[in-house]
Nanobody, 125 residues
Framework: QVQLEESGGGLVQPGGSLRLSCTAS????????VGWFRQAPGKEREGVAC????????FYVGSARGRFTVSRDNAKNTVYLEMNNLEPEDTAVYYC??????????????????WGQGTQVTVSS
């Protein structure tokens, strides 16, 4: 099955921006629905945004709506999460995940089968 690797995390000040990338090991990523999820210390993993195979269908969860944008470039086997106006509450490990039969809504971790290792995002002044 496809393998995923996240990149782009780091330390950013409140109000700043980051772009996360989720790159797959092979071109079959285009067959998968892909989601971005996050887990803060002491909290459950939660959905952030999900995107369908062609990129036309997207779904955003909670505070991600209006600040984050999920997109994909199947030619590059990559899914992106553009995060703007970041807040300290966005601090978490961010994961991408893929599944052949998941749907973008609801964007819930339990529906996804293949996971990356995660990338840390810290929002702090």
């Amino acid at each position: 099955q496809v393998q995923l690797e996240e990149s782009g995390g780091g330390l950013v000040q409140p109000g700043g921006s980051l772009r996360l990338s989720c790159t797959a090991s092979d071109p079959t990523l285009e067959e998968y629905v892909v989601g971005w999820f996050r887990q803060a210390p002491g909290k459950e993993r939660e959905g952030v945004a999900c995107i369908g195979q062609t990129g036309r269908g997207t779904f955003y969860v909670g505070s991600a709506r209006g600040r984050f944008t999920v997109s994909r470039d199947n030619a590059k086997n990559t899914v992106y999460l553009e995060m703007n106006n970041l807040e300290p509450e966005d601090t978490a490990v961010y994961y991408c995940a893929a599944d052949l039969i998941a749907i973008v809504d609801p964007c819930k971790p339990r529906l996804f089968d293949v996971w990356g290792q995660g990338t840390q995002v810290t929002v702090s002044s």
